[in-house]
Nanobody, 123 residues
Framework: QVQLVESGGGLVQAGGSLRLSCAAS????????VGWFRQAPGKEREIVAT????????YHLDSVKGRFTISRDNAKNTVYLQMNSLKPEDTAVYYC????????????????WGQGTQVTVSS
């Protein structure tokens, strides 16, 4: 099985940027589609962005389009989420997840999860 570890979270002011990384164990990154999810306190987990196994197809939540960009480097077994123009409403724990098929937007479709990384955006 694949192990996922998120990093790159932190505290930033509104308008700032962060780059999240999701590192996968082994050399099997190309086998999995990957999604970034987030969960704010008291809220349900929601999709943020997804990327196909070869990186060609991507999806971004409407509220983050133009601000967030998902990408992957299979040679480094890593998926990234570049977050620019951050807003307080982006505050949440961000998780990466993987599935050995096409990308999906429901967390129920993913079978491997990282531990999450906290992103806090102050006003």
């Amino acid at each position: 099985q694949v192990q996922l570890v998120e990093s790159g979270g932190g505290l930033v002011q509104a308008g700032g940027s962060l780059r999240l990384s999701c590192a996968a164990s082994g050399r099997t990154a190309s086998r999995y589609a990957v999604g970034w999810f987030r969960q704010a306190p008291g809220k349900e987990r929601e999709i943020v962005a997804t990327i196909s196994r070869n990186g060609v197809d991507t999806y971004h939540l409407d509220s983050v389009k133009g601000r967030f960009t998902i990408s992957r480097d299979n040679a480094k077994n890593t998926v990234y989420l570049q977050m620019n123009s951050l807003k307080p409403e982006d505050t949440a724990v961000y998780y990466c997840a993987a599935r050995s098929s096409y990308a999906a937007t429901s967390p129920l479709e993913y079978n491997y999860w990282g531990q999450g990384t906290q992103v806090t955006v102050s006003s």
